[in-house]
């Protein structure tokens, strides 16, 4: 008898891999968008527990607050947008690291857009000059929402000046907003930019990537997370998984069944019909990297206009070594 629950203990711990028995749970902050799709891939797959990790998501409604949370030490990595917010908790001190992409705007792969007011589209309003002097909803103060309005305006020799922002807290109430005419136009991202032209609300006018490219979105850890080295690897070994998995079925292949399964996740997880997910899938490289340059380039951007507190230089705030190593592992 002794033999036979011998044999039966080790049966069962042979048939345990070390990463499910040592899975350990981090919280991961992030939004119900289509850009956080690498990451539902991720969990659903289970390419972080592969690796020893668990993530607990955790959902907000606007990019800001991830970086609140943390610095407040109440989640350990988050996955969003580059705010004005996030700087100025690095400037005051706090230390939170870039660490991979989330998503960046390129061409023929727009995650956000100016969006105009279907009545005002069919009145005339075609482009963004015709919207000066009018009411932008943003989330907030500081979002990427925020930056793309003031690059769009800067590219057509314009200036935020030349229009009202209008902060609205959160993605869903720009949609209510433009809905019940409270403002002439917003900016957001996907899947609410396909939404709401499919229900006749409103009129992409401006596509951001098409526009110009920039790195929107991003996985930050916070600096005790960071601190424990090889749980951040790990993080990003299962994470670089996940993203060479969308890559090839979202960014290259744009059809077929591996396709269509990350259409199906990414719907269940944003509450979006699949139709409207098939629209806006944005680019993101396939190993995870950044786009060189490009997080410095915005920390100048706030601090010219004022509403970063002081320069916050690239090496600063980002710290690609967890990624290079566990690129390396990889291998």
């Known amino acids: 008898m002794r033999h036979v629950l011998g044999v039966l203990l080790a049966v069962l711990l042979l ?59 109440d989640i350990d990595i988050g996955g969003t947008g580059l705010t004005a917010g996030l700087y100025n908790i690095v400037a005051g001190g706090v230390r939170i690291w870039v660490v991979a992409d989330k998503g960046r705007e390129w061409p023929d792969h727009n995650l956000t857009a100016l969006v105009v007011r279907k009545d005002l589209y069919d009145a005339g309003v075609h482009v963004l000059r015709d919207l000066k002097g009018r009411k932008i909803g943003i989330t907030q103060v500081g979002s990427t929402f925020h930056y793309n309005m003031g690059r769009f305006l800067e590219k057509e020799g314009m200036a935020l000046r030349d229009v009202e922002l209008v902060p609205l807290q959160s993605l ?15 900016v957001t991202a996907e899947p609410f930019v396909s939404r709401l032209e499919a229900d006749t609300t409103g009129v992409p006018i401006v596509r951001t990537g098409d526009t110009f490219p920039w790195q929107i979105a991003v996985m930050f850890y916070s600096d005790r997370f960071a601190k424990d080295r090889a749980r951040a690897v790990a993080f990003l070994r299962g994470y670089v998984k996940a993203s060479r998995h969308y890559f090839d079925a979202v960014i290259r292949q744009r059809s077929g069944p591996g396709y269509e399964e990350v ?50 230089l690239e090496k600063d705030i980002v710290d690609e070594s967890f990624l290079r190593e566990a690129l390396q592992a990889l291998k």
């Not at 869903?172 to 917003?186: F, H, P, Q, Y």
């Not at 139709?275 to 190993?287: L, T």
Request: hydrophobic share 50%; glycine share 10%.
């Open 15 to 73: 048939g345990a891999t070390p990463a499910s028995a040592q899975a350990q749970k981090v919280k991961l902050g992030v939004l119900k968008l289509t850009s956080s799709a690498v990451i539902f891939l991720g969990v659903e797959k289970g390419y972080f527990k592969e690796f020893g990790v668990e993530p607990e998501l955790i959902f907000f409604q606007a990019a800001q607050p991830i970086a609140v949370a943390l610095a407040s030490g």
């Open 172 to 186: 869903g109430a720009m949609s209510n907003a433009l809905a019940a005419k409270r403002v002439d136009a917003i």
């Open 263 to 312: 259409v199906a996740l990414t719907a269940r997880y944003t509450g979006a019909p699949a139709a409207i997910i098939r629209k806006g899938f944005p680019y993101q490289d396939r190993d995870g990297r950044l786009l060189p340059g490009d997080v410095g380039r915005q920390t100048a951007w706030w601090f010219q206009h004022g509403l970063l507190k002081k320069p916050v």
